[in-house]
């Protein structure tokens, strides 16, 4: 990890940019190899990431876990994080404001990882890095190529168990996103 990595990462965990920070338990940083070629970015903490400090460690972040295993990856081989750090009050949608005082965390986290693909978990990371009007029933696996990246988004996991019949379009894109790693951008 170079210097650059724990002063942002020392910066991030101390930020009160937001109101966010008044009633986080701890900030969610990321998980993962800082090396990672593939990045996953959803939404914000949920209730059990907020207590372990950990992205995606509830029963959504179990089902990411599956589908990592399904494709040959797991949480140590890519890289996981949120377009929030702290968790929004009761799970709501983080409002634009507190996306865009944290964004920038994320933005040096994926300049110092320089990831060949980012996949986007759900529809508020999705609006952000690929369509601010993106529909994930439309759009999931499609891809764009931005500044070096190719970016993809697919169902959030924590709407696949509520709509167990996407899981299998869900699969297709966690597969494609694997397969790209292997082209050659
Ligand atoms: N949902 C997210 O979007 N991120 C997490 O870390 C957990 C649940």
């Known amino acids: 990890m170079t210097n650059e990595w724990s002063s942002l990462k020392a ?66 081989t890519v890289y996981i994080a949120n377009i929030v750090k702290c968790r929004p009050p009761k799970n709501r949608d983080p409002l634009p404001e507190e996306q865009q005082a944290c964004i920038g965390y994320l933005h040096r986290q994926i300049a110092l990882i320089k990831p060949k693909v980012i996949m986007c978990l759900g529809r508020i990371a999705a609006k952000v890095f690929i369509d601010p009007d993106f529909k994930v029933t439309v759009q999931h696996g499609e891809w764009v190529y931005r500044d070096g990246i190719w970016i993809t988004g697919t169902f959030h996991p924590a709407a696949l168990l509520r709509n167990p019949n996407q899981k299998p379009d869900a699969f297709a894109d966690f597969t494609a996103a694997r397969d790209k790693l292997l082209e050659r951008a």
């Open 11 to 76: 910066e991030c965990e101390g930020c009160r940019a937001c109101p966010l920070c008044e009633t986080r338990t701890n900030v969610v940083f990321g998980v993962g190899d800082t090396g990672a070629e593939l990045m996953f970015i959803g939404e914000g903490p949920g209730e059990r990431e907020d207590l372990k400090g950990e992205p995606f460690v509830g029963r959504a972040g179990m089902l990411l876990d599956q589908y990592l295993l399904a494709v040959g990856l797991s949480r140590q």
